[in-house]
């Protein structure tokens, strides 16, 4: 068994691209990037929800891992672009932070009549009998209660 697996890992290990598409190289990157994909999601929502500790912590995260992915030996080009993209989406985020608590962006919306998002009150849950009295109503033509 032993031998076949190394038989195996020689083969993959002889083709540049499988070698690559097998190594950390590659895989870590790869799953790496749902971060970058999340941060350029967010830059469509409110920016009442961004967290500006947050946000300060993630730049300064993408940019060591960009320097980190091009002092490795080989350099990781697919790393240093996945910090790229995320360190440009966290500046954008930064940027929309400020301008909405710091240099009135929220002001402006509010003046504009911007209505913030209040909690939906809870729906009243119907007991057994309120419901089983609505469902015979609806049998019989008549309207829910």
Not at 2 to 11: F, R, S
Not at 23 to 48: C, L, R
Not at 63 to 70: E, Q, S
Not at 118 to 125: D, I, K, L, N, Q
Request: proline residues 6%.
């Amino acid at each position: 068994m032993a031998a076949a697996i190394k038989a195996i890992n020689a083969k993959i290990r002889s083709n540049k691209v499988l070698d690559y598409v097998c190594s950390t190289h590659f895989w870590g990157p790869a799953s790496n990037f749902g971060i970058p994909m999340a941060a350029v999601m967010d830059t469509q929502k409110d920016p009442e929800i961004i967290s500006g500790k947050m946000t300060g912590a993630l730049v300064i995260y993408s940019g060591t891992f960009m320097r980190y992915a091009l002092a490795v030996t080989p350099k990781n080009y697919l790393l240093f672009a996945c910090h790229f993209v995320n360190f440009g989406a966290q500046l954008t985020q930064g940027y929309r932070y400020m301008n909405w608590w710091n240099w009135g962006g929220r002001e402006a919306a509010i003046a504009a009549g911007k209505k913030f998002d209040a909690p939906a009150p809870p729906t009243p849950t119907p007991t057994a009998e309120e419901a089983k009295a609505g469902a015979v109503s609806a049998a019989v033509g008549g309207e829910k209660k």
